[in-house]
């Protein structure tokens, strides 16, 4: 079975700082794929970010980015320049292809950017 | 941008009543999914629905649980005899289904069981 791990249920960072946000999976399958979501208060769960794990190249999309390491089984999410409305809960999500398309999550982090 | 909706937002039942839990999927998806949270726990799968039948589920989803796509918009979570324990926020999520392709979200229902 698959787990995720979200060490850190809250966070804060300052407006325009950076912060990162830790996630470490468990798993022996080889062919999967890494999602951050986003969950506003009250809002639904927003894609942030998606990796795969056969590609050594770290994903980016704009302000957020991930260092994906492999071996560790390690998939961080970094935000740069934090804006007030990056505050939610983020959540990390595996999904294994070899066992159909469903996500396991994470705990969640509770992020609040602070102005 | 088309949105997975979810009705209702909130819903509170009687222990041992029947609830049903609705979601229009986003339209040219083709594999959906319910994901249910407990309060203060992570989200967890429940069950996949591709072709008008289900294709995985988890442990969770047990006899009391059924799903249905009943007119070909709608896709349904019956919850047959309540508990307590059933208290969750419900999520649906619809996809394209191809490996690695994300899936969207509704915003959930918050079913409370009295």
């Known amino acids: 079975a698959q787990t995720v791990t979200q060490s850190q249920p809250e966070m804060s960072v300052q407006e325009a700082e950076t912060v990162t946000l830790s996630c470490t999976y468990d798993t022996s399958e080889n062919n999967y794929y890494l999602f951050w979501y986003k969950q506003p208060p009250s809002r639904q769960m927003i894609l942030v970010i998606r990796q795969e794990a056969y590609k050594q190249q770290n994903a980016t999309e704009n302000r957020f980015s991930v260092n994906f390491q492999k071996a560790a089984k390690s998939f961080s999410l970094k935000i740069s320049d934090s804006q007030l409305g990056d505050t939610a809960m983020y959540f990390c999500?595996?999904?294994?292809?070899?066992?159909?398309?469903?996500?396991?999550f994470g705990t969640g982090t509770s992020l609040t950017v602070i102005p | 941008e088309p949105e997975v909706t979810q009705t209702p937002s909130h819903q509170v039942t009687q222990m041992g009543q029947e609830v049903i839990l609705r979601c229009v999927p986003i339209?040219?998806?083709?594999?959906f999914y319910w994901y249910r949270q407990i309060l203060g726990q992570k989200v967890e799968f429940l069950v996949s629905?591709?072709?008008?039948?289900?294709?995985?589920k988890s442990e969770i989803f047990d006899d009391q649980f059924s799903v249905e796509r009943p007119d070909g918009s709608n896709f349904t979570l019956k919850i047959r005899s309540t508990k307590l324990e059933d208290s969750a926020m419900y999520f649906c999520?619809?996809?394209?289904?191809?490996?690695?392709?994300?899936?969207?979200f509704g915003d959930g229902t918050r079913l409370s069981i009295l």
């Open positions: 339209s040219n998806h083709l594999y």
């Open positions: 629905f591709y072709n008008n039948e289900i294709s995985e």
């Open positions: 999520a619809s996809g394209l289904g191809q490996n690695g392709q994300p899936q969207h």
């Open positions: 999500a595996f999904m294994n292809l070899n066992t159909g398309n469903q996500f396991y």
